[in-house]
């Protein structure tokens, strides 16, 4: 058990040196390029232990050598230890913990789901006339898409995947104004980029390595790049930056469901400045390309997978196998002295 835990935080910290260089990669990347080069390197992470039984090990003695013990002492020390405990001793308590942790964070993110469902099941859809108002569109234009009215929403939200359902406050309605075409601009560039999916994957990974923190910066930047893409998907639709940032300062000041997925709730700031400035910051020239910073993290990716450490002396490891720490030698078995 303890070379379970041994493989997790030795995946652990090679998946924290991969983000680390990635999320300093990212900063020299063009806006419309960011949110594409993050999900790349979340995939680069989840693959690590996969690529670790496929790649031939690449050993790296920097572990300390056990220093030998002398046979008489093993002797004395076997003949005075008590009774060996049950299997997996302590080990198993963190273990334990970690399971429950895990199916506490996916039993949540299930639960979540379920609420929204049933508020979608109970919204009122959106007419014909109301979609012409709102972005020019026809409700027979969205086959897999149900868009509705719902009282128990504060803040629009769009989940589910292929059928998806996008629900705006029953409050806007019959408000005259951009807020409900930006908002819903917004929502349906989730819809478009298939957002959900890769929510979800995000939610199982955090599910999976909430114990992690290096993971946790790059959630936050994949969220925040997520609702900045889709603002420029949005804008590209509706037109006008300031009157978009606008409704943006609009909902800020409201209450928003920061419990439920895709409720874009976070980032005003930077989402409010982006939406004045991204004709700028699209052109700018001054980022290198994503395909440089792709090359760098792939030549990252493969040494890190296939690093595994070891205690200097130790024999290396066969290809595909776990790293795992040195075994202590075992004790010799105290031979009685036979009486005169």
Avoid at 131 to 143: E, S, V
Avoid at 198 to 213: E, F, G, S
Avoid at 306 to 311: D, E, P
Wanted: charged share 15%; glycine share 6%; aromatic share 8%.
């Amino acid at each position: 058990m303890s070379e379970l835990i041994w493989i997790g935080v030795s995946f652990g910290l090679k998946a924290g040196a991969l983000i680390a260089i990635g999320l300093l990669l990212v900063r020299a990347l063009p806006p419309s390029q960011r949110l594409v080069f993050l999900r790349a390197l979340l995939l680069a992470v989840l693959a690590l232990p996969l690529l670790n039984g496929l790649l031939p090990p690449w050993v790296l003695p920097l572990l300390p050598a056990t220093d030998p013990i002398p046979v008489s002492a093993l002797a004395v020390e076997a003949a005075s230890a008590p009774a060996p405990a049950a299997v997996g001793g302590w080990l198993a308590w963190p273990l334990a913990l970690y399971g429950l942790s895990v199916a506490f964070l996916l039993t949540r993110f299930a639960r979540q789901l379920q609420v929204l469902r049933r508020w979608a099941r109970g919204a009122r859809p959106l007419s014909e006339t109301e979609l012409n108002d709102a972005l020019a569109l026809r409700a027979d234009a969205l086959p897999r898409l149900h868009i509705g009215w719902s009282d128990r929403v504060a803040s629009p939200v769009s989940f589910g995947w292929p059928h998806s359902d996008v629900l705006l406050p029953a409050a806007w309605r019959g408000e005259a104004g951009a807020r409900v075409s930006h908002a819903l601009a917004h929502e349906l560039a989730h819809v478009e980029r298939r957002d959900w999916l890769w929510l979800v994957l995000i939610r199982v990974t955090h599910a999976l390595a909430w114990w992690n923190p290096l993971l946790y910066p790059l959630l936050r930047s994949l969220d925040e790049e997520t609702e900045l893409a889709c603002d420029r998907r949005a804008l590209q639709r509706v037109g006008s930056p300031a009157d978009y940032a606008r409704s943006l300062l609009s909902l800020s000041r409201g209450p928003t469901l920061a419990a439920v997925p895709m409720s874009g709730g976070r980032y005003w700031r930077r989402r409010v400045e982006h939406a004045f400035n991204h004709r700028s910051e699209e052109f700018s020239m001054t980022k290198i390309p994503m395909a440089c910073a792709s090359i760098l993290i792939g030549a990252l990716m493969l040494p890190l997978a296939a690093c595994q450490l070891v205690r200097a002396g130790e024999p290396a490891p066969t290809a595909g196998a776990a790293p795992v720490p040195a075994a202590e030698p075992a004790a010799p078995a105290v031979v009685g002295v036979p009486r005169a």
